[in-house]
Protein backbone atom coordinates (compact mmCIF):
# COMPACT_ATOMS: atom_id res chain seq x y z
CA UNK A 1 0.00 0.00 0.00
CA UNK A 2 1.19 3.12 -0.95
CA UNK A 3 -0.05 5.86 1.94
CA UNK A 4 1.20 8.36 -0.19
CA UNK A 5 -1.14 8.15 -3.20
CA UNK A 6 -3.86 10.30 -1.87
CA UNK A 7 -7.52 8.69 -2.67
CA UNK A 8 -10.93 10.82 -2.51
CA UNK A 9 -14.38 9.52 -3.23
CA UNK A 10 -17.33 11.47 -3.63
CA UNK A 11 -20.35 10.48 -4.23
CA UNK A 12 -22.95 12.94 -6.55
CA UNK A 13 -19.49 13.68 -8.27
CA UNK A 14 -20.81 13.90 -12.04
CA UNK A 15 -21.68 17.62 -11.61
CA UNK A 16 -22.04 20.56 -9.34
CA UNK A 17 -20.82 20.69 -5.86
CA UNK A 18 -19.11 17.88 -6.09
CA UNK A 19 -17.88 17.65 -9.37
CA UNK A 20 -16.02 20.99 -8.64
CA UNK A 21 -14.78 19.99 -5.06
CA UNK A 22 -13.29 16.77 -7.27
CA UNK A 23 -11.36 19.27 -9.40
CA UNK A 24 -9.59 20.94 -6.02
CA UNK A 25 -8.60 17.79 -4.89
CA UNK A 26 -7.01 16.81 -8.18
CA UNK A 27 -5.09 20.22 -8.29
CA UNK A 28 -4.12 18.81 -5.07
CA UNK A 29 -2.65 15.83 -6.57
CA UNK A 30 -5.44 13.24 -5.17
CA UNK A 31 -6.37 10.57 -7.22
CA UNK A 32 -10.62 11.52 -7.27
CA UNK A 33 -13.88 8.86 -7.53
CA UNK A 34 -16.54 10.99 -9.36
CA UNK A 35 -19.13 8.12 -8.10
CA UNK A 36 -22.70 8.99 -9.45
CA UNK A 37 -25.42 7.47 -10.32
CA UNK A 38 -25.28 8.89 -13.66
CA UNK A 39 -22.11 6.95 -14.63
CA UNK A 40 -22.50 8.65 -18.41
CA UNK A 41 -22.37 12.05 -16.64
CA UNK A 42 -19.30 11.41 -14.58
CA UNK A 43 -17.62 10.11 -17.37
CA UNK A 44 -18.19 12.80 -19.73
CA UNK A 45 -17.30 15.34 -16.26
CA UNK A 46 -14.03 13.14 -16.51
CA UNK A 47 -13.36 13.43 -19.86
CA UNK A 48 -13.36 17.29 -19.44
CA UNK A 49 -11.06 17.44 -17.68
CA UNK A 50 -8.38 16.89 -20.29
CA UNK A 51 -4.69 17.29 -18.48
CA UNK A 52 -6.10 16.11 -14.95
CA UNK A 53 -7.61 12.90 -16.87
CA UNK A 54 -4.93 10.59 -15.16
CA UNK A 55 -6.37 11.71 -11.65
CA UNK A 56 -9.82 11.67 -12.82
CA UNK A 57 -12.05 8.12 -12.06
CA UNK A 58 -15.69 7.84 -13.20
CA UNK A 59 -17.61 5.34 -10.99
CA UNK A 60 -20.86 4.14 -10.83
CA UNK A 61 -22.69 4.10 -7.45
CA UNK A 62 -26.13 4.60 -6.28
CA UNK A 63 -26.05 6.11 -2.36
CA UNK A 64 -29.44 4.31 -2.20
CA UNK A 65 -28.46 0.85 -2.73
CA UNK A 66 -26.71 -1.61 -0.28
CA UNK A 67 -25.22 -3.14 -2.91
CA UNK A 68 -24.23 -1.06 -5.23
CA UNK A 69 -22.29 1.24 -2.39
CA UNK A 70 -20.45 -2.07 -0.99
CA UNK A 71 -19.61 -2.48 -4.61
CA UNK A 72 -18.32 0.62 -5.63
CA UNK A 73 -16.51 1.85 -2.25
CA UNK A 74 -15.07 -2.04 -2.35
CA UNK A 75 -13.03 -1.71 -6.27
CA UNK A 76 -11.65 1.62 -5.11
CA UNK A 77 -10.06 0.44 -1.24
CA UNK A 78 -9.04 -2.76 -2.72
CA UNK A 79 -7.13 -0.80 -5.67
CA UNK A 80 -5.50 1.38 -3.75
CA UNK A 81 -5.37 0.16 -0.51
CA UNK A 82 -7.04 2.86 1.35
CA UNK A 83 -9.60 5.67 0.91
CA UNK A 84 -8.38 8.71 2.87
CA UNK A 85 -11.41 11.19 1.80
CA UNK A 86 -14.82 10.45 1.27
CA UNK A 87 -17.51 13.06 0.69
CA UNK A 88 -20.92 12.08 1.14
CA UNK A 89 -22.56 14.75 -1.47
CA UNK A 90 -24.93 13.18 -3.94
CA UNK A 91 -28.35 14.47 -3.37
CA UNK A 92 -31.66 15.27 -5.06
CA UNK A 93 -34.68 17.98 -4.49
CA UNK A 94 -38.23 17.73 -4.07
CA UNK A 95 -40.09 20.39 -3.40
CA UNK A 96 -44.02 19.38 -2.01
CA UNK A 97 -46.54 20.47 0.27
CA UNK A 98 -46.63 18.13 3.03
CA UNK A 99 -49.56 17.19 2.79
CA UNK A 100 -49.52 15.86 -0.63
CA UNK A 101 -45.88 14.46 0.00
CA UNK A 102 -46.07 10.28 0.01
CA UNK A 103 -44.45 8.34 2.43
CA UNK A 104 -42.24 6.96 -0.24
CA UNK A 105 -40.84 10.28 -1.35
CA UNK A 106 -40.03 11.15 1.95
CA UNK A 107 -38.14 8.00 2.38
CA UNK A 108 -36.40 8.37 -0.84
CA UNK A 109 -35.09 11.67 0.13
CA UNK A 110 -33.75 10.32 3.46
CA UNK A 111 -32.37 7.23 2.15
CA UNK A 112 -30.33 9.13 -0.04
CA UNK A 113 -29.07 12.41 2.20
CA UNK A 114 -29.03 10.74 5.33
CA UNK A 115 -29.15 6.50 4.92
CA UNK A 116 -26.89 7.47 1.45
CA UNK A 117 -24.02 8.66 3.87
CA UNK A 118 -24.37 6.01 6.62
CA UNK A 119 -24.29 3.54 4.04
CA UNK A 120 -21.04 4.79 2.48
CA UNK A 121 -18.98 6.22 5.34
CA UNK A 122 -19.81 2.59 6.68
CA UNK A 123 -19.02 1.00 3.72
CA UNK A 124 -15.39 3.20 3.31
CA UNK A 125 -14.95 2.84 6.94
CA UNK A 126 -12.28 -0.34 6.84
CA UNK A 127 -10.33 1.47 3.81
CA UNK A 128 -10.39 5.01 5.79
CA UNK A 129 -9.04 3.35 9.10
CA UNK A 130 -5.41 3.61 9.10
CA UNK A 131 -4.99 5.88 5.65
CA UNK A 132 -3.42 8.92 6.12
CA UNK A 133 -5.72 12.17 7.39
CA UNK A 134 -8.55 10.08 6.70
CA UNK A 135 -12.27 12.00 7.12
CA UNK A 136 -15.36 12.41 6.20
CA UNK A 137 -16.96 15.47 4.56
CA UNK A 138 -20.78 15.24 4.74
CA UNK A 139 -22.80 17.83 2.47
CA UNK A 140 -25.08 19.44 4.44
CA UNK A 141 -27.52 22.64 3.86
CA UNK A 142 -28.17 25.85 5.84
CA UNK A 143 -31.64 23.75 5.38
CA UNK A 144 -30.28 21.19 8.12
CA UNK A 145 -30.25 24.17 10.96
CA UNK A 146 -33.11 26.18 9.01
CA UNK A 147 -36.64 25.32 7.52
CA UNK A 148 -38.34 26.20 4.45
CA UNK A 149 -41.42 25.36 3.75
CA UNK A 150 -42.45 22.66 0.79
CA UNK A 151 -39.62 21.09 1.58
CA UNK A 152 -39.96 19.09 5.30
CA UNK A 153 -38.51 16.16 3.98
CA UNK A 154 -34.79 17.98 2.65
CA UNK A 155 -34.60 20.31 5.87
CA UNK A 156 -35.42 16.45 7.81
CA UNK A 157 -32.71 14.78 5.63
CA UNK A 158 -30.11 17.34 6.28
CA UNK A 159 -30.34 18.15 9.86
CA UNK A 160 -30.68 13.64 10.56
CA UNK A 161 -27.03 14.25 8.57
CA UNK A 162 -25.60 17.27 10.86
CA UNK A 163 -26.77 14.97 13.86
CA UNK A 164 -24.61 11.49 12.02
CA UNK A 165 -21.66 14.28 11.23
CA UNK A 166 -21.29 14.36 15.60
CA UNK A 167 -21.86 11.28 16.18
CA UNK A 168 -19.71 9.59 13.80
CA UNK A 169 -16.86 11.80 14.83
CA UNK A 170 -16.80 10.89 18.40
CA UNK A 171 -17.14 7.57 17.44
CA UNK A 172 -14.13 7.28 15.05
CA UNK A 173 -11.53 9.85 16.03
CA UNK A 174 -9.95 6.33 18.25
CA UNK A 175 -9.54 5.36 14.11
CA UNK A 176 -8.35 7.90 13.00
CA UNK A 177 -11.36 9.71 11.03
CA UNK A 178 -12.19 12.99 11.51
CA UNK A 179 -15.90 13.50 10.30
CA UNK A 180 -17.16 16.95 9.63
CA UNK A 181 -19.88 18.41 6.93
CA UNK A 182 -20.09 21.63 5.29
CA UNK A 183 -23.71 23.29 5.36
CA UNK A 184 -23.81 25.64 1.90
CA UNK A 185 -26.49 27.93 1.23
CA UNK A 186 -27.64 28.87 -2.79
CA UNK A 187 -25.37 27.65 -5.12
CA UNK A 188 -26.03 27.96 -8.43
CA UNK A 189 -25.95 24.53 -10.04
CA UNK A 190 -28.02 22.65 -12.24
CA UNK A 191 -30.21 21.43 -9.03
CA UNK A 192 -30.75 25.34 -8.45
CA UNK A 193 -31.27 26.50 -12.30
CA UNK A 194 -33.99 23.52 -12.27
CA UNK A 195 -35.99 26.09 -9.76
CA UNK A 196 -34.68 28.90 -11.10
CA UNK A 197 -35.93 28.15 -14.09
CA UNK A 198 -39.27 26.98 -13.16
CA UNK A 199 -40.33 30.66 -11.12
CA UNK A 200 -39.79 28.92 -7.71
CA UNK A 201 -37.36 30.87 -6.82
CA UNK A 202 -35.56 33.97 -8.19
CA UNK A 203 -32.06 34.99 -8.09
CA UNK A 204 -32.78 38.91 -7.41
CA UNK A 205 -35.02 37.99 -4.60
CA UNK A 206 -32.42 35.56 -3.14
CA UNK A 207 -29.30 37.42 -3.24
CA UNK A 208 -31.09 40.47 -2.04
CA UNK A 209 -31.71 38.37 1.34
CA UNK A 210 -27.72 37.04 1.49
CA UNK A 211 -25.16 39.35 2.62
CA UNK A 212 -22.74 38.78 0.20
CA UNK A 213 -25.64 39.86 -2.34
CA UNK A 214 -25.18 36.76 -4.67
CA UNK A 215 -25.56 32.93 -5.03
CA UNK A 216 -22.21 31.19 -4.37
CA UNK A 217 -20.46 29.17 -6.69
CA UNK A 218 -19.87 25.83 -6.54
CA UNK A 219 -15.42 26.14 -6.23
CA UNK A 220 -16.46 28.31 -3.51
CA UNK A 221 -17.62 25.33 -1.63
CA UNK A 222 -14.98 23.14 -3.03
CA UNK A 223 -12.43 24.96 -0.95
CA UNK A 224 -14.25 24.32 2.37
CA UNK A 225 -14.39 20.99 1.60
CA UNK A 226 -10.61 20.72 0.56
CA UNK A 227 -9.95 22.55 4.37
CA UNK A 228 -11.99 20.31 5.92
CA UNK A 229 -10.03 17.27 4.75
CA UNK A 230 -6.42 19.24 4.64
CA UNK A 231 -4.08 19.20 7.90
CA UNK A 232 -5.09 23.48 8.11
CA UNK A 233 -8.26 21.59 9.93
CA UNK A 234 -6.65 18.56 11.69
CA UNK A 235 -8.10 20.02 15.09
CA UNK A 236 -11.54 19.78 13.70
CA UNK A 237 -14.02 17.36 13.65
CA UNK A 238 -18.04 16.98 14.10
CA UNK A 239 -18.27 20.56 13.24
CA UNK A 240 -20.74 22.35 10.70
CA UNK A 241 -19.38 25.20 8.52
CA UNK A 242 -21.79 26.88 7.20
CA UNK A 243 -20.76 28.69 3.86
CA UNK A 244 -23.92 30.43 2.68
CA UNK A 245 -22.76 34.46 2.27
CA UNK A 246 -24.26 35.15 5.41
CA UNK A 247 -27.63 34.35 4.38
CA UNK A 248 -27.88 31.89 7.92
CA UNK A 249 -26.78 34.87 10.22
CA UNK A 250 -28.93 38.32 9.19
CA UNK A 251 -31.68 38.62 11.31
CA UNK A 252 -33.08 41.64 8.86
CA UNK A 253 -32.29 40.85 5.46
CA UNK A 254 -32.08 42.86 2.82
CA UNK A 255 -32.71 45.70 4.91
CA UNK A 256 -29.49 47.91 6.53
CA UNK A 257 -31.44 50.59 7.57
CA UNK A 258 -33.94 47.89 10.03
CA UNK A 259 -31.94 48.86 13.29
CA UNK A 260 -32.23 52.96 13.54
CA UNK A 261 -30.84 54.79 16.97
CA UNK A 262 -33.52 56.95 18.46
CA UNK A 263 -32.51 60.92 17.70
N1 LIG B 1 -26.90 23.81 -4.96
C1 LIG B 1 -27.26 24.29 -3.79
O1 LIG B 1 -27.72 25.43 -3.66
C2 LIG B 1 -27.10 23.46 -2.55
C3 LIG B 1 -27.29 24.09 -1.31
C4 LIG B 1 -27.13 23.36 -0.14
C5 LIG B 1 -26.79 22.02 -0.21
N2 LIG B 1 -26.62 21.43 -1.42
C6 LIG B 1 -26.27 20.01 -1.42
O2 LIG B 1 -25.08 19.84 -2.17
C7 LIG B 1 -25.10 18.53 -2.75
C8 LIG B 1 -24.81 18.65 -4.24
O3 LIG B 1 -25.78 19.48 -4.82
P1 LIG B 1 -25.64 20.09 -6.29
O4 LIG B 1 -26.34 21.40 -6.26
O5 LIG B 1 -24.25 19.98 -6.76
O6 LIG B 1 -26.60 19.06 -7.09
P2 LIG B 1 -26.54 18.48 -8.58
O7 LIG B 1 -27.92 18.01 -8.89
O8 LIG B 1 -25.89 19.43 -9.50
O9 LIG B 1 -25.58 17.20 -8.40
C9 LIG B 1 -25.98 16.12 -7.62
C10 LIG B 1 -25.41 14.84 -8.21
O10 LIG B 1 -25.86 13.77 -7.35
C11 LIG B 1 -26.16 12.67 -8.16
N3 LIG B 1 -27.07 11.76 -7.46
C12 LIG B 1 -28.40 11.91 -7.19
N4 LIG B 1 -28.88 10.83 -6.57
C13 LIG B 1 -27.84 9.96 -6.42
C14 LIG B 1 -27.70 8.67 -5.87
N5 LIG B 1 -28.77 8.01 -5.38
N6 LIG B 1 -26.49 8.07 -5.86
C15 LIG B 1 -25.42 8.72 -6.41
N7 LIG B 1 -25.48 9.94 -6.97
C16 LIG B 1 -26.68 10.55 -6.98
C17 LIG B 1 -26.81 13.26 -9.41
O11 LIG B 1 -26.78 12.35 -10.50
C18 LIG B 1 -25.96 14.52 -9.61
O12 LIG B 1 -24.89 14.29 -10.52
C19 LIG B 1 -26.47 17.93 -2.43
O13 LIG B 1 -26.35 17.09 -1.30
C20 LIG B 1 -27.31 19.14 -2.09
O14 LIG B 1 -28.38 18.83 -1.22
C21 LIG B 1 -26.78 22.11 -2.59
Sequence with gaps: MDDKERVAVITG???????????????????????DLNFIRAQQFVESLKSFQSHAHPLS??????????????????????????IN???ITNQQPTVETSVSDWQMMIDTHLTGAFRCSKAAFPF???????SIINVSSIAGAMGMPIRASYCAAKAGLEGLTRSLATEWSKDGIRVNAVAPGWVLTDLIQKDLDSGLVSEELLSSRISLKRLG???????????LASNASSYMTGQVLRVDGGLSIDLNPGNVNAVRTNS
Design 13 to 35: GGRGIGAAAGLRFIKAGFHVYFA
Design 61 to 86: LDVTSDDSVMEAIDIVGKKHGHINVL
Design 89 to 91: NAG
Design 128 to 134: LKGATDA
Design 217 to 227: KPDEIGEVMFF
